[in-house]
Nanobody, 125 residues
């Protein structure tokens, strides 16, 4: 059974930083693409970043230069370092096991990944 557990969300002021963490189990982590989706109430989900099994990191334009995704295969962990956050970054963030390898950043592709329970990020102005 795939399990993804996120942590690290919270409230932060504009321009601040947060680091999200996710521990994964139930599948072959080191051979899998991983990502972070986000969804705000009333908005479509968005794959903001993904990291391939080879360690290639990709970002949606809205977070490029501010967010950094990384992974630790020895610990089955994936991280999202969020810097210079903005009120528009407010959303629930979901760690995702991207079992569909063609998942495209910046899009919402339901039914192509497994998600954790989510962690809330709130950015105040």
């Amino acid at each position: 059974e795939v399990q993804l557990v996120e942590s690290g969300g919270g409230s932060v002021e504009t321009g601040g930083s947060l680091r999200l963490s996710c521990i994964a189990s139930g599948f072959r982590f080191e051979g899998s693409d991983m990502g972070w989706y986000r969804q705000a109430p009333g908005n479509e989900c968005q794959l903001v970043s993904k990291i391939t099994s080879d360690g290639i990191a990709l970002y949606a334009n809205v977070v490029k230069g501010r967010f950094t995704i990384s992974r630790d295969n020895a610990k089955n962990m994936v991280y999202l370092q969020m810097n210079d956050v903005k009120p528009d970054d407010t959303a629930t963030y979901y760690c995702a096991y991207l079992w569909e390898p063609d998942s495209e950043v910046g899009t919402c592709s339901l039914g192509t990944s497994d998600w954790g329970q989510g962690t809330q990020v709130t950015v105040s102005s």
